[in-house]
Nanobody, 124 residues
Framework: VQLQAFGGGLVQSGGSLRLSCAAS????????VGWFRQAPGKAREWIGY????????YVVDSVKGRFTISRDNAKNTVYLQMNGLKTGDTAVYYC??????????????????WGQGTEVTVSS
């Protein structure tokens, strides 16, 4: 079970990026996928998740209206579309696969799989 997050980079404030989380070694549709981020000197923050079926998505209030999570199970890939980026969004972004129950409340179990992280830097 492996996840690979990519698509980060440097973007100006107000810009957009789309992060991808590609799964290998398992069928992505069997698991929910969550996105997290960690800014320098700060704790890891849960951004949101998408259910294994793709029928349910949730993002936290700080990114609501700007970030959207979607998935393409045929490509075993989950996406985080980020619009209206702010300097406060600067962080390393991670994806994690786990059960719907765990990720729907922003937690991960011991069985979760993590991607390696992709860095997003938003300049003013």
């Amino acid at each position: 079970v492996q996840l690979q997050a990519f698509g980060g980079g440097l973007v100006q404030s107000g810009g957009s990026l789309r992060l991808s989380c590609a799964a290998s070694g398992f069928t992505a549709g069997d698991y929910a996928v969550g996105w997290f981020r960690q800014a320098p000197g700060k704790a890891r923050e849960w951004i949101g998740y998408i259910s294994s079926s793709g029928d349910e998505t949730y993002v936290v209030d700080s990114v609501k209206g700007r970030f959207t999570i979607s998935r393409d199970n045929a490509k075993n890939t989950v996406y985080l579309q980020m619009n209206g980026l702010k300097t406060g969004d600067t962080a390393v972004y991670y994806c994690a696969s786990d059960t719907d129950i765990a990720l729907s409340i922003g937690t991960v179990s011991d069985g979760a799989s993590w991607g390696q992280g992709t860095e997003v830097t938003v300049s003013s």
